[in-house]
């Protein structure tokens, strides 16, 4: 089996199973939207040992745009680790893997880049007293 399973008719059925089964994106729906998902992404990527073909839970719907940013933000390096922008009605984070909810598989820029590596930090920046 090739490293992506997309092309493949197995695929096809997971992704329309998951769209029949949740028809609106998953993180606009939290944000209290209803936007129609075109997209199916998995929650733990290939890349990070995700399972090709995982069970429907192991699946999100997603409108594009909300695909896009995910990717961006989790699935390429240098992403910011925080896939889902905005809070929900309650005013917490919509993204589970938010570092509010202790991280999981997200890493936070936090740990990424110490407060000294920053440029122009008080940490780094050494200041002088005046006479």
């Not at 992704?15 to 997209?39: D, F, H, W």
Request: net charge positive; hydrophobic share 30%.
């Amino acid at each position: 089996m090739a490293k992506w399973p997309y092309n493949t008719s197995t695929w096809g059925n997971l992704r329309e199973a998951k769209l029949r089964a949740s028809p609106v994106c998953e993180p606009c729906r939290r944000r209290g939207q209803i936007v129609r998902a075109n997209t199916v992404d998995h929650v733990r990527s290939i890349a990070r040992g995700g399972h090709p073909f995982p069970p429907l839970s192991g699946l999100m719907s997603m409108c594009s745009s909300c695909h896009s940013v995910k990717t961006a933000a989790v699935d390429r390096k240098g992403g910011t680790g925080v896939a889902f922008k905005g809070t929900d009605v309650t005013g917490l984070p919509v993204d589970p893997m938010h570092p509010f909810y202790g991280g999981g598989d997200t890493p936070s820029k936090d740990e990424q880049l110490k407060a000294p590596d920053r440029p122009g930090s008080r940490i780094s920046t050494k200041f002088r007293r005046r006479p």
